[in-house]
């Protein structure tokens, strides 16, 4: 299966992402589902969740490498 053709560099997407924060809850977070069926990026009230999308990735990178 090929790559889809990306017209959008990665901070281009993050900023996206970020732009497209509703303001639901506390932030985002990024997590691995609670059912084991993959990783989640969101908007969430669960405590962890900071302002930026970048702080969200970054946290959990952080924590999987500590």
């Known amino acids: 299966m ?7 560099t ?5 900023d996206a992402l970020q732009e497209a924060t509703t ?3 506390k932030g985002w977070i990024f997590r691995e589902s609670y ?5 989640r990026l969101h908007e969430t009230i669960l405590d962890g969740a900071v302002p930026d999308v970048r702080e969200a ?3 959990f990178v ?3 490498n500590t």
């Open 10 to 14: 990665d901070s281009q997407l993050l």
């Open 57 to 59: 990735i970054f946290n």
């Open 35 to 39: 059912n084991g069926r993959g990783m």
């Open 2 to 8: 090929s790559k889809p053709t990306l017209v959008m």
């Open 23 to 25: 303001g639901y809850g």
């Open 62 to 64: 952080k924590e999987k």
